[in-house]
């Protein structure tokens, strides 16, 4: 049995580093990336409500790592019990993104699906050192307050 313990995390290797080499968009409850001190200049810029304000997208800059420094910040329902919103960051790869055109974000509501949004964003491309441009769109269900979210070059 020891040797079966020692032999499965070497025999995970190539899944994970197969894993490491295609992020995915991550979608997480905030943290440090959620800081005030993270939202993007000039607000009014990089900041947006939805459903007569009961949802709010921002921006967020955390300057490092420079190649992965803007995540989106979601505001919104459900409510807890204490009546404030859930929060979460939106990213690629455990990071963020290596840029986000938010001024080109567009929304749209399905009543079945909830609030949708499409928004250019940029990653890090490894295989040629250099950032691919992608579409983004991610739909909020305020009633459960999933997010499921597609990446599409």
């Not at 200049?41 to 490092?64: C, H, M, Q, V």
């Not at 050192?129 to 597609?150: E, H, K, V």
Request: glycine share 6%.
């Amino acid at each position: 049995m020891p040797r079966f313990l020692t032999a499965l995390p070497l025999a995970l290797l190539p899944a994970l580093a197969a894993a490491q080499e295609d992020p995915v968009v991550t979608v997480s409850d905030c943290d440090w990336q959620a800081s005030a001190w993270n939202l993007a200049e000039p607000w009014e810029e990089n900041s947006r409500t939805f459903s007569n304000g009961k949802t709010r997208l921002a921006l967020l800059d955390t300057i490092e790592p420079a190649a992965a420094w803007a995540h989106i910040l979601v505001l919104s329902p459900p409510y807890s019990e204490m009546g404030d919103r859930q929060c979460k960051t939106i990213g690629y790869g455990g990071m963020g993104f290596g840029g986000i055109r938010f001024n080109e974000l567009t929304s749209s509501y399905d009543p079945a699906t909830g609030l949708s949004f499409t928004v250019p964003v940029q990653a890090y491309n490894s295989a040629t050192a250099d950032f691919d441009w992608y579409s983004l769109r991610f739909t909020l269900n305020q009633a459960t307050g999933d997010i499921t979210t597609a990446l599409t070059q």
